[in-house]
């Protein structure tokens, strides 16, 4: 890996705030930094930020009502120059194009980073779920997989769950796709595990953080026993999450999600919370924690913050509040250029999303190794690999972080990206 020079290969730019809005110039920004650091030729760069193909479909929707919806998805490939290409299918209301470009350009250096054999894609519907029927969510599911059908495949482009999709959505996605070319169930991961799936892929990526959180607390000299977290969002990550880190030994005094937020600085009692989540469907309103205002969970008093909902939420205006002396980004880029400066700044701990939170995708690889060879593993095996992995990736940055002088998120993009490039390069592409 080529050295870089010192740190002023990470310069301050006073034109961060103009790309804030903009999550695919937000992750370019990164990948500029991370570029520079590993030595790669300008003429090159636009080839590796470019993405591969940009697919928009038409979604039709027959409601429950009679009315017809039309929605629109898309999937972008960003680069397979290491493998098939690989990510999530999100369903939100901001899940634009510039959204899912970001997202499939992150999953391109994530699988690299952890050294597992896949590109990076992305794919959503720009639509709110939540007040959609199971028939309605089944049928926009089935449409929207039959029109990206021609770029999916085992060995070409391998879906996976994202945010508002789970296990269910992804049986739907793989009928729809077997029903044109047979059985297939390797075309999707984070499938259940009757129908393939691999055990441990719900936890996946909440293990991984804790992983991280274990490899990374010594060497970085901060403590996880008894611990004070907050964790921003309790879907499938945050509440996992807190799970795991309540095991661990962890305080687990502050959690959001979209309707509200809770906080205790004694700890809040997690299977309880976990009872009251599924009964009630958010945390507010649970007995014995102060209410908090979501949006305040951020610079709650903690040790540790993990931002596990959407991206963009630590601007540099919430950044400069921020209370905790670490952040761990279990959700994908959610720290905006401008507020990772100021932490830097201020010298808050910011573990990177890129590395972070790639216990998902890892396991997703475990599930497709799986299907390939149709033999099950262990969920011990699939823990014991997803540690080895995320923990020997963690190592890498790190080393390359002293080496270079270098924050952890532009070391950890200087390994991707130098990755792919060799690829490439391998390849005969350029």
């Not at 952890?408 to 060799?422: H, K, N, P, T």
Request: overall charge negative.
């Amino acid at each position: 890996m080529p050295r870089a020079a010192p740190a002023t290969v990470v310069p301050a730019d006073s034109d961060l705030a103009a790309i804030e809005a903009n999550p695919f110039a937000a992750v370019n920004r990164y990948f500029d930094l991370g570029a520079t650091a590993a030595g790669i030729e300008n003429d090159y760069r636009m080839l590796l930020k470019t993405p591969y193909r940009e697919m928009r479909v038409e979604v039709p929707v027959r409601m429950d009502d009679g009315r017809l919806e039309v929605l629109i998805g898309y999937r972008v490939q960003h680069n397979g120059a290491r493998g098939p290409y690989k990510g999530g299918v999100r369903y939100h209301p901001e899940a634009d194009l510039d959204e899912i470009r970001a997202l499939a350009s992150i999953m391109t250096w994530k699988t690299a980073v952890v050294d597992i054999p896949f590109g990076g894609a992305k794919g959503g519907i720009q639509v709110d779920p939540k007040p959609m029927s199971q028939n309605e969510l089944k049928q926009m599911t089935r449409r929207y997989t039959e029109h990206i059908s021609y770029i999916l495949g085992i060995n070409r482009d391998i879906p996976a769950p994202d945010m508002n999709t789970n296990a269910q959505i992804m049986a739907w996605m793989m009928d729809a796709y077997g029903s044109k070319h047979g059985y297939t169930p390797g075309i999707v991961t984070g499938k259940p595990l009757e129908l393939g799936g691999s055990p441990g892929r719900e936890s996946a990526t909440a293990q991984g953080v804790a992983y991280v959180l274990q490899a990374a607390a010594p060497e970085l000299d901060f403590k996880l026993q008894d611990a004070r977290v907050a964790i921003q969002g309790f879907g499938n990550v945050g509440s996992w999450a807190a799970r795991i880190l309540d095991k661990m030994g962890c305080r687990i005094v502050g959690i959001s999600d979209i309707m509200g937020g809770i906080y205790n600085g004694d700890g809040i009692d997690v299977p309880r919370l976990l009872k009251h989540n599924a009964d009630t469907k958010t945390v507010k309103g649970f007995k014995g924690c102060d209410e908090l205002d979501p949006g305040d969970l951020l610079t709650c008093e903690c040790d540790i913050l993990i931002p596990a909902a959407v991206g963009g939420v630590i601007d540099a205006e919430v950044a400069e509040r921020i209370k905790a002396p670490v952040v761990v980004e279990a959700a994908n880029h959610p720290v905006t250029p401008a507020g990772d400066a100021v932490l830097e700044r201020r010298g808050v701990i910011v573990l990177p999303d890129l590395l972070v939170n790639a216990g998902g995708v890892i396991v997703s690889y475990f599930e497709w190794v799986q299907n390939i060879q149709e033999f099950r593993w262990t969920l011990a095996r699939v823990n014991e690999e997803l540690e080895r992995f995320i923990t020997d990736a963690w190592r890498q940055v790190r080393v390359t972080s002293l080496q270079e002088r270098l924050p952890l998120r532009i070391a950890a993009y200087m390994i991707g990206i130098s990755r792919v490039m060799e690829a490439t390069r391998l390849r005969g592409y350029v």
